[in-house]
């Protein structure tokens, strides 16, 4: 999302759930605030108004699906005897103010802009706020997630449950493995449900392909790109090193089965996941182990400190779909020079190579060369530097912080394509 601004996505999710109750007869889902909270907002879920009428059947189903999973793994949680619920990235979330179980607390946790605004809207629609729920504002990529729960009420020596939907697809993975890691401290027996995105080949369809640039031009426009995906694997070994076991991770075909008795096409679709706390705490990794799905680039030493990015010995190609909206990224903002660039004709995708003091990429408009929303990282010799010289420039859309860790800081920029550029200083 944009600095300022309420996630317009979360809109989009809000308006599905409304959608499910009047056009599907609440089929999977029940949620009698969600029409309210949406109010009469006119318009379809962010980027849904061109999709054929079954593709929104089915995004209706997603959002309907994962929210039955979370709260029926809720509800057996409650049972055994948990009171204190997370609601990560909750967006327009209602299920603190439908809440069926006294004593149990709800803490939103969310951007401030979006909480404020969600805060609005329930004002407007007259939902009273109960004395259980929380108001957490966060922000994922900067703050730590345990010390704002814990300033707002939350004891992180008694178990909680956690649900994080519809949110890591926007995260960086960095992001993504410091939230579980954060969560993986809590108290043992503290169960989490979320939901990811799963890898997908570039379709073969011309139509699918162009909805799928549409989708991309439309969250990239909005400042709420899609940056991750992973496979079961790699979450799987995401949680088990933040102190996780899995109980459970299906793909939402699983939910239509489970819940609608319904046989669906399996294919590359959203996963959910429930894992419970171990109470042993996350495992201390070297940094080759961290972002599984990074490319590490190589430097040799410099002799001069003229500038801070160093030289690698691979080259790493990312995709990329506008090359003038690249050259003005990679050149303009980030100090690349701009190298060859070949085209098999003058209306055909552009392939290029950008430099800068021996750190070398291409960037492609072929399909098939890269897969959008990858990740490289560009040893630096200082980090301090480069960074200060990227924020004078004040970007529009690019204000990188730089992280600590115990393998050296990274400073992590995204592109206009959803690629993830990790500048890493050793130490």
Same mark, same amino acid.
């Given at each position: 999302?944009?600095?300022?601004?309420?996630?317009?996505?979360?809109?989009?999710?809000?308006?599905?759930?409304?959608?499910?109750? $009047?056009?599907?007869?609440?089929?999977?889902?029940?949620?009698?605030?969600?029409?309210?909270?949406? /109010?009469? #907002?006119? !318009?379809?879920?962010? !980027?849904?108004?061109?999709?054929?009428?079954?593709?929104?059947?089915?995004?209706?189903?997603?959002?309907?699906?994962?929210?039955?999973?979370?709260? #029926?793994?809720?509800?057996?949680?409650?049972?055994?005897?948990?009171?204190?619920?997370?609601?990560?990235?909750? !967006?327009?979330?209602?299920?603190?103010?439908?809440?069926?179980?006294?004593?149990?607390?709800?803490? $939103?946790?969310?951007?401030?802009?979006?909480?404020?605004?969600?805060?609005?809207?329930?004002?407007?629609?007259?939902?009273?706020?109960?004395?259980?729920?929380?108001?957490?504002?966060?922000?994922?990529?900067?703050?730590?997630?345990?010390?704002? %729960?814990?300033?707002?009420?939350?004891?992180?020596?008694?178990?909680?449950?956690?649900?994080?939907?519809?949110?890591?697809?926007? %995260?960086?993975?960095?992001?993504?493995?410091?939230?579980?890691?954060?969560?993986?401290?809590?108290?043992?027996?503290?169960?989490?449900?979320?939901?990811?995105?799963?890898?997908?080949? $570039?379709?073969?369809?011309?139509?699918?392909?162009?909805?799928?640039?549409?989708?991309?031009?439309?969250?990239?426009?909005? /400042?709420?790109?899609?940056?991750?995906?992973?496979?079961?694997?790699?979450? !799987?070994?995401?949680?088990?090193?933040?102190?996780?076991?899995?109980?459970?991770?299906?793909?939402?075909? $699983?939910?239509?089965?489970?819940?609608?008795?319904?046989?669906?096409?399996?294919?590359?679709?959203?996963?959910?996941?429930?894992?419970?706390?171990? /109470?042993?705490?996350?495992? #201390?990794?070297?940094?080759?182990?961290?972002?599984?799905?990074?490319?590490?680039?190589?430097?040799?030493?410099?002799?001069?400190?003229?500038?801070?990015?160093?030289?690698?010995?691979?080259?790493?190609?990312?995709?990329?779909?506008?090359?003038?909206?690249?050259?003005?990224?990679?050149?303009?903002?980030?100090?690349?020079?701009?190298?060859?660039?070949?085209?098999? #004709?003058?209306?055909?995708?552009?392939?290029?190579?950008?430099?800068?003091?021996?750190?070398?990429?291409?960037?492609?408009?072929?399909? /098939?060369?890269?897969?959008?929303?990858?990740?490289?990282?560009?040893?630096?010799?200082?980090?301090?530097?480069?960074?200060?010289?990227?924020?004078?420039?004040?970007?529009?859309?690019?204000?990188?912080?730089?992280?600590?860790?115990?393998?050296?800081?990274?400073?992590?920029?995204?592109?206009?394509?959803?690629?993830?550029?990790?500048?890493?200083?050793?130490?």
């Amino acid at each position: 999302m944009r600095q300022g601004r309420p996630s317009a996505t979360a809109l989009g999710a809000a308006r599905y759930r409304a959608e499910h109750q $009047e056009l599907d007869g609440a089929s999977l889902f029940r949620d009698p605030l969600a029409r309210a909270i949406v /109010g009469d #907002d006119g !318009g379809s879920s962010v !980027g849904s108004h061109h999709l054929p009428v079954a593709r929104r059947e089915a995004m209706r189903g997603f959002i309907a699906g994962r929210a039955r999973f979370a709260e #029926d793994a809720l509800a057996e949680a409650v049972r055994a005897g948990l009171d204190q619920v997370v609601v990560l990235g909750a !967006g327009l979330d209602t299920f603190a103010y439908r809440n069926p179980y006294p004593g149990v607390r709800v803490f $939103e946790v969310d951007h401030y802009d979006t909480q404020m605004w969600k805060r609005e809207r329930l004002a407007q629609a007259g939902i009273a706020v109960p004395d259980g729920a929380v108001f957490v504002p966060v922000d994922f990529e900067r703050d730590e997630l345990t010390d704002e %729960l814990a300033a707002a009420g939350f004891d992180p020596s008694r178990p909680a449950f956690v649900m994080w939907m519809g949110v890591t697809v926007y %995260l960086t993975r960095d992001a993504i493995t410091a939230t579980l890691r954060a969560l993986g401290g809590l108290a043992a027996g503290t169960e989490l449900v979320f939901d990811y995105g799963v890898p997908a080949p $570039e379709p073969a369809d011309e139509r699918e392909r162009a909805l799928r640039a549409e989708r991309a031009r439309r969250l990239a426009a909005i /400042g709420e790109r899609w940056i991750s995906f992973l496979t079961p694997e790699e979450v !799987g070994r995401l949680l088990g090193t933040a102190g996780f076991d899995v109980v459970e991770d299906v793909p939402t075909t $699983e939910i239509a089965r489970r819940y609608l008795g319904l046989d669906v096409r399996p294919g590359p679709v959203p996963r959910l996941v429930h894992a419970r706390a171990t /109470g042993s705490g996350p495992v #201390d990794l070297p940094a080759a182990d961290v972002s599984p799905a990074t490319h590490a680039v190589s430097t040799a030493p410099r002799e001069s400190d003229a500038d801070p990015v160093g030289r690698q010995r691979v080259i790493p190609i990312l995709r990329v779909f506008d090359h003038a909206l690249a050259r003005e990224f990679y050149c303009g903002f980030l100090g690349f020079d701009w190298g060859f660039e070949h085209r098999f #004709d003058a209306d055909l995708p552009v392939y290029a190579e950008v430099t800068r003091d021996g750190a070398v990429l291409h960037l492609s408009e072929h399909h /098939g060369d890269a897969t959008p929303g990858s990740g490289v990282m560009i040893v630096v010799d200082d980090l301090v530097s480069y960074h200060r010289s990227l924020l004078d420039q004040r970007h529009r859309n690019a204000r990188p912080g730089i992280q600590e860790n115990p393998w050296g800081a990274t400073m992590t920029v995204l592109d206009p394509f959803g690629n993830r550029l990790v500048f890493w200083q050793r130490t």
